[in-house]
């Protein structure tokens, strides 16, 4: 899988590293990943570091991953920060998943620098 999830305690959030092309098996296996850990952490803040992603997965698979996470109950959701890809292609599809997650009900930022997302994600509020 081109990702990889970990739990930062110091940021009180799930780090998670995308690289290289990913599939709709790959988004499914994501989402069901970071909602598990979020449910056995308490987690509810997710730093998501896209850099090195150079997206693959089409619009189709990016809604689905929407759907998925927002049919999680309210009180499990919390704050998606993203660090956006360099490929101006897969920052489309952040930027999407982004504009509908928000418009759906989550709090999901996109961001230049990983300080940007890291202080946002971490601020009160």
Do not use: Q
Not at 45 to 70: H, I, N, Q
Not at 79 to 107: M, Q
């Amino acid at each position: 899988m081109p990702f990889e999830i970990k739990e930062t305690r110091e940021l009180a959030a799930i780090e998670v590293r995308l690289w290289g092309s990913v599939d709709g098996a790959d988004i499914r296996a994501l989402a069901a990943a970071v909602i598990g850990l979020g449910k056995t952490s308490g987690l509810r803040r997710v730093l998501v570091d896209c850099r090195e992603y150079l997206g693959g997965a089409g619009f189709r698979e990016v809604l689905s991953l929407t759907k998925d996470v927002m049919e999680r109950p309210a009180e499990e959701r919390g704050r998606e920060a993203f660090i956006a890809p360099r490929d101006p292609y897969a920052a489309a599809d952040v930027t999407f998943y982004i504009h509908t997650a928000n418009s759906l009900g989550s709090t999901a930022r996109m961001f230049t620098s990983g300080e940007e997302a890291v202080g946002w994600l971490t601020r009160p509020g």
